[in-house]
């Protein structure tokens, strides 16, 4: 599965010739875990929602 990471300079520069109508970063640290598992990741990941108008 192809995966590309943004930051926020590189989401901008991606659609700078869109209207940003909303963009919200969720970083998340947590993750779903058996008992007596790891129940934090250290390793953050981000996840973006936009929203662009043409």
């Known amino acids: ?3 590309h ?3 926020y300079a590189g ?3 991606l659609f700078s010739g869109w209207e940003i109508v909303g963009l919200v ?3 998340s640290t947590y993750m779903q875990a058996r008992e007596n598992f790891h129940d934090f ?3 953050p990941y ?5 929203v662009v108008k043409k």
């Open 11 to 13: 989401i901008k520069e």
């Open 46 to 50: 981000t996840k973006w929602n936009i």
């Open 25 to 27: 970063e969720h970083v």
């Open 5 to 7: 990471y943004f930051d």
């Open 1 to 3: 599965m192809p995966h």
């Open 41 to 43: 990741n250290p390793f």
